[in-house]
């Protein structure tokens, strides 16, 4: 697989200087190799296979190895801002990842890891020009899937996602709003809690998202509610929130009465 990516993605002078930089490099070193590894997500055969591997890395927990996967995917990402048909291509190939993996606990949450890094550092703004673009309308999608899930890493690691998806333009805004919204309510407290930062943090990026006009009276509802109170009492602030958004109140569902003896 080296000796492909050389040959496809690298120019050489001559064969012998392709040979001694194959058997040179140190492929166990994270610093040396995701430089070309990364190469690989240029060639269609090799891409979905690189960008799962990549997944696992840089959303893993090695501090050296996330941080080098990391820089070299978004060198990859930074040369191809200009080429549509690579960016999107790209995408396809994420949301490809996503679909065959989204109950795999091994990936999936690397993968949204790997997901917030690059929404943080924009590299998906030529999708931005087109309002609710099939990408975000995906990813908003699959996370919906994950939102029913228990495990709190997971459920914080959605609410990083919906606060990136704001970035993208159109009525997707709103649906991804609702998801937050009604994670206002979840079950477990440290969700609620954490969606309310999240959410606070998103504000002072996109603060086009509200009224002007009401955009101090929501950071200020969402910094100084105790969200981690009962249910009943957080609902009333949730609810607010959502008049102040524009958002239909989400409706409570009513749990069947266990059955009697």
């Not at 890094?117 to 020009?129: P, Q, S």
């Not at 899937?145 to 159109?170: H, P």
Request: glycine share 4%; hydrophobic share 40%; with cysteine.
């Amino acid at each position: 697989m080296a000796k492909d990516v050389y040959e496809k993605t690298v120019k050489f002078e001559n064969s012998a200087s392709l040979c001694e930089t194959i058997t040179s490099l140190n492929w166990n070193a994270s610093s040396q190799s995701f430089h070309y590894i990364s190469q690989l997500l240029g060639l269609p055969q090799y891409h979905y296979h690189t960008l799962l591997g990549l997944t696992v890395s840089v959303g893993g927990i090695t501090e050296s190895t996330v941080n080098f996967s990391s820089q070299s995917l978004l060198n990859y990402l930074k040369g191809i801002q200009d080429d549509s048909v690579a960016l999107t291509q790209f995408g396809d190939t994420l949301l490809s990842i996503f679909r065959d993996n989204l109950h795999n606990d091994r990936v999936n949450i690397p993968f949204l890891k790997m997901l917030n890094l690059l929404l943080t550092n924009g590299c998906f703004e030529i999708f931005n020009t087109q309002e609710n673009h099939q990408f975000c309308v995906d990813i908003l999608d699959l996370c919906k899937e994950l939102r029913k899930s228990k495990d709190v890493t997971k459920l914080n690691a959605c609410i990083a996602i919906f606060c990136g998806l704001m970035q993208f333009q159109g009525e997707v805004r709103k649906k991804v709003l609702s998801q937050l919204l009604m994670l206002l309510c979840h079950y477990f407290p440290v969700v609620r809690r954490s969606t309310a930062s999240q959410m606070y943090e998103m504000l002072l990026i996109h603060d086009d998202v509200v009224d002007p006009e009401l955009l101090d009276d929501v950071l200020t509802l969402l910094s100084d509610t105790d969200w981690g109170n009962d249910l009943d009492t957080v609902r009333v602030h949730r609810n607010q929130l959502c008049d102040w958004f524009g958002i239909c109140r989400p409706r409570v569902v009513a749990k069947n009465p266990v059955p009697g003896p």
